[in-house]
Every structure is written in structure tokens, then in C-alpha cells.
């Protein structure tokens, strides 16, 4: 075998991964493969110094592991190529709304693994969360190389299958929802005589900030909202605002409503 970890297709969150492992020095260049049916981004990966090949049974041949990063409506003629070339081996798939037993039955067989994985697109600054499916039947040596993996571009999280489709309405659905938080935010701003360059900037970094002091200190949420709410203060005021007008209830909702979605896929 030429690589450890072979990638069928490499858009933005394949690209994120490969980049990111090897930014991270976690696999050598040489350690990896890449197919992709689009020159473009054939040229990109080999910019990184991947390997290319020139099909998916090649890479799935070179392979010790292949990771699946292709769009959900043109994933299946990869899982019967799969099925003939990766008998005895792990796929871990980042494909959406396929379940382990939708990927086990498009291979057609019983002794390929198959390690679902729910990334989201923070992982390109290396700052991402990944949902392993704790239910896999990856070799227990796979399951640990794949956190180590993983574990180099963010958060690695084991979770049940059965809360996958919530695993991509929160964590996969939620830089979107962040993002409009940042943008209303930078908008208030704006209305109140601020540059937008500098409106989106002084709001990112609010996130950024209160989201590293959570994390840095271990801090709860509603604490950190205490310490920033003094009596009779302005936050508390805001809070107020936020609390009249729904936010919470929204932003359950959002996730709600995108769970829902990915469980008819």
C-alpha cells in the first residue's frame, strides 16, 4: 500500500482535513492520496504534495484507510466501486444523510468498516468539531488513529449514531447560525454610526473572545453572562431584550428545524 489515507473527493471540507493533517504534521504529504474527478482541485491537493490518482478503485487499492468526501447525489456509483476495491478495510465517510447501514448496503458487503464522521467548515482554521459515531466497527487501532486524526483540526466528540442527524443541525448547522449572530451584531453597529469593516470585526472578536473564555476557563455560559450583567447595568438591559424577543427559543428551534431535515435524508 502507498498511503495511509486515501481521499475520494476533495472539495472544501476534504481539503480542510488534508490540509489540516498535514499543516499539523499529524501525516506526511506522501502518507496521503487524492482522487477527485475535477482537475482543479486535483492540482490543489497535488500543491500540497498528495499523491494523485486517476480513479477511486486506484486510490481505494493504495489505501489503508479511505475517507469518502463527496456530495450526497453523486456518492453512490463511489460506494459500488468501493464495494469491489476495499474489501478487509475502514471508509470513513463524511457524507450526509447516509447512514452506517445505507453505506453497508451500498457496498454490497459485510467486511468493509465504515467510521461516519459530522465535521463542520471551521476545520479549515483548524478549529473544528467532529462527531465520530461511537457505534462504528472500525478495529479499536482505527478508532484511535482516526480521533488522533481528527483531533489535530479541533474537538473530537464520540457520538450515537441516532443523534447524528442532531450532531449536524448543532454543530454542523451552527457556524451558519454564529455567523448571523456576528452579522446582526456588526448590523447594530452599523445602524449606530460604526464602518462595517469595523462593525464585523468588533463582533467576531466578541464571539471569538467569550467563546475561548468559555472554553480556556471551563467556564459555564450563564456564568459568564452573570459576571458581564451588573445591577441595574446595561447588558442586563440587553439580556432583557433578547429573552422579550425569543432568542433562545429561536436558536433551539434552528437546531430543531435542522435535525429534522437531516433525518428525511
Not at 138 to 162: D, S, Y
Not at 192 to 218: F, M, P
Not at 242 to 254: N, P, Q, S, T
Amino acid at each position: 500500500m502507498s498511503v495511509k489515507l486515501g481521499f475520494i473527493g476533495n472539495g472544501n471540507m476534504g481539503y480542510a482535513i488534508l490540509k489540516g493533517l498535514l499543516q499539523s504534521q499529524t501525516l506526511k504529504a506522501c502518507e496521503t492520496g487524492v482522487f477527485d474527478p475535477l482537475e482543479s482541485v486535483r492540482d490543489r491537493a497535488a500543491g500540497l504534495g498528495s499523491l494523485i490518482y486517476d480513479s477511486e478503485e486506484a486510490l481505494s487499492h493504495d489505501s489503508e484507510i479511505i475517507l469518502v468526501a463527496v456530495k450526497p447525489q453523486y456518492v453512490k456509483p463511489v460506494w459500488e466501486k468501493l464495494g469491489k476495491t476495499a474489501a478487509g478495510k475502514l471508509v470513513i465517510s463524511i457524507v450526509a444523510g447516509y447512514s452506517t447501514a445505507a453505506i453497508k448496503e451500498e457496498l454490497g458487503r459485510e467486511d468493509i468498516r465504515v467510521l461516519r464522521v459530522m465535521p463542520n467548515t471551521p476545520a479549515m482554521v483548524g478549529a473544528g468539531v467532529f462527531g465520530l459515531n461511537a457505534d462504528t466497527d472500525a478495529l479499536p487501532v482505527e478508532k484511535e488513529l482516526a480521533e488522533k486524526w481528527f483531533k489535530a483540526l479541533g474537538l473530537t466528540q464520540w457520538i450515537p449514531e441516532h443523534l447524528f442527524s442532531l450532531i449536524t443541525g448543532l454543530s454542523g448547522g451552527g457556524p451558519a447560525y454564529v455567523a448571523m449572530f456576528v452579522e446582526a451584531l456588526a448590523d447594530a453597529g452599523v445602524k449606530h454610526g460604526l464602518t462595517r469593516a469595523s462593525a464585523i470585526q468588533i463582533a467576531a472578536w466578541t464571539v471569538y473572545g467569550s467563546a475561548k473564555l468559555l472554553l480556556d476557563e471551563g467556564m459555564h455560559p450563564a456564568i459568564l453572562k452573570d459576571n458581564v450583567c451588573s445591577p441595574a447595568g446595561t447588558t442586563i438591559e440587553g439580556v432583557q431584550s433578547l429573552e422579550e424577543d425569543g432568542f433562545r427559543a429561536a436558536v433551539i428551534h434552528a437546531v430543531d428545524k435542522s435535525k429534522n431535515k437531516a433525518d428525511r435524508l
